[in-house]
């Protein structure tokens, strides 16, 4: 998929993923790739930047905690907010591709009787 | 190989090196994470396909950009937002203590006091309007994915806010610093007003430290973005 489309709509996506649950930004990478089924392929350290600011608009909360294998790592999860964003962005989201697809496929709306 | 790549990225955050403290062990581990991951048995080749992976440590960087110039410039607003609500508490406390210890001015410094009361009030509260609109305007304003023109323009246009919020509560205090000079009095009670004004002086320094820090940053950073 292409990169510019992806990346505008990257906090979606990274929203859609903390969904699940919370997790540390390679979990969220893994979980992008498995739920687009591979489709959807960016830079992965462009996850970050998006972690963090997410983070700065309140819409995720994390902390730190040391992994099994001894390292630190950083746990993100959804904030209300982030939660009331996601529904909202879904909507949106519904609404939009509902509206390409009818353009797409070349269905014309019924004109009024 | 992971090093190196960790080293270059430390360098291109370096406009804001706390930022950089925050972010690196967190793509060590990534990095680490993502090389246990790796089915090859070549430990070189296999850090070379996750650095690849992970992207350009300038783009990395120049994304960090506005979050970086964001945090600073809405730090600044509130603290100038604080020090606002502290001055004018210092002054109610003032207010109250004279009426305490039953200081009032001379006479003959009653003009000049009425002067500095007036400069005093206008600068205090139109420091606070201007403040308080600043920090509501960048508080809204979302951080985009980059740091655009129109984004840079709209953080300077905040950090100006704040630099004439600082410069009239400065005059705010200068006034005050002046009216409790009017009434001071060698006695034990002097310590009161003596005490605050030095609090408000402490505050507005503080203040000058962080809006000059945040312009200095937006400025600096809007330099390392023309050079990604």
Known sequence: MEGEMLKGHLDMIVLAALAA????????????????????????????????????????????VTAESGRRRRIYALTTNGARALAKRRAVW????????????GKRSRKPA | MIAVYL??????????????????????????EALAAEPTEDRDEAERRIIAKFGDPRELAAQFAPISLMRHTRRAGVAVVLTIVIVMALMKARMLWYAFVQWTLNEEARPIAQLFVTIDRYAFWLAAAIGTASLLYIAWYPTPVRAHAHYQKHLRRAAMLFVFTTVLLGVSVASDLILTALQFRSEFGALVPAASMAIEIGCIVAIVFLVANAARRLARSGIALLQL
Not at chain 1, 36 to 47: C, K, M, Q, V, Y
Not at chain 1, 94 to 105: E, K, N
């Open chain 1, 21 to 64: 649950g919370p997790a540390h930004g390679y979990a969220v990478i893994e979980e992008i790739r498995r739920r687009s089924d591979h489709a959807f392929n960016l830079p992965e350290g462009t996850i970050y930047p998006a972690l963090h600011r997410l983070q700065q608009a309140g819409l995720l909360s994390s902390r730190w």
């Open chain 1, 94 to 105: 519904r609404q939009f591709s509902s509206a390409i697809a009818g353009l797409l496929g």
């Open chain 2, 7 to 32: 080293r270059q990225l430390a360098d291109a955050l370096a406009f804001d090196p706390a930022l950089a403290e925050r972010v690196l062990p967190e793509i060590r581990d990534h990095l680490e």
